[in-house]
C-alpha cells in the first residue's frame, strides 16, 4: 500500500536551516508529482510547493527564495530545504501524494523556528 514517511523535523532558530525528507513507498514514484503542505497551530493546512514529474517546482509566494523542493526517483524521495526560517514557519510539514485518483498524506514531522 501506499506510505509516505517524513522526517528531519526539529527545533531550530530564526534564520536556521532545515532538510526534511519524504520517503515513497507502494506505488511508482517517479510517475507522480509530490507536493508539501503544512499546518500551523490553529491555522488550516496550506500548501508549500509541488514537485512535477520531470522535476518542474512550484513554491507558493512566502516561501519562495527560502525553500526548495527536490526529488531523487532512485531514493522514492522528495525533499524540502527550508532557508532563512522564522518563527512563521513553525508547523507540522506534511508529504502529499495523489496515486491513481486517491489523495495520501504522510504523518507529519514538527518543524518549530524558536529562539
Known amino acids: 500500500q501506499v506510505q509516505l514517511v517524513e522526517s528531519g523535523g526539529g527545533l531550530v532558530q530564526p534564520g536556521g536551516s532545515l532538510r526534511l525528507s519524504c520517503v515513497a513507498s507502494g506505488f511508482t514514484f517517479s510517475s507522480y508529482p509530490m507536493s508539501w503542505y503544512r499546518q500551523a497551530p490553529g491555522k488550516n493546512r496550506e500548501l508549500v510547493g509541488i514537485?512535477?514529474?520531470?522535476?518542474?517546482?512550484n513554491h507558493v509566494n512566502s516561501v519562495k527564495g527560502r525553500f526548495t523542493i527536490s526529488r531523487d526517483n532512485a531514493k522514492n524521495t522528495v525533499y524540502l530545504q527550508m532557508n532563512s526560517l522564522t518563527p512563521e514557519d513553525t508547523a507540522v510539514y506534511y508529504c502529499?501524494?495523489?496515486?491513481?485518483?486517491?489523495?495520501?498524506w504522510g504523518q507529519g514531522t514538527q518543524v518549530t523556528v524558536s529562539s
Open positions: 502529499y501524494a495523489v496515486v491513481s485518483g486517491a489523495p495520501y
Open positions: 514537485i512535477g514529474r520531470s522535476g518542474v517546482v
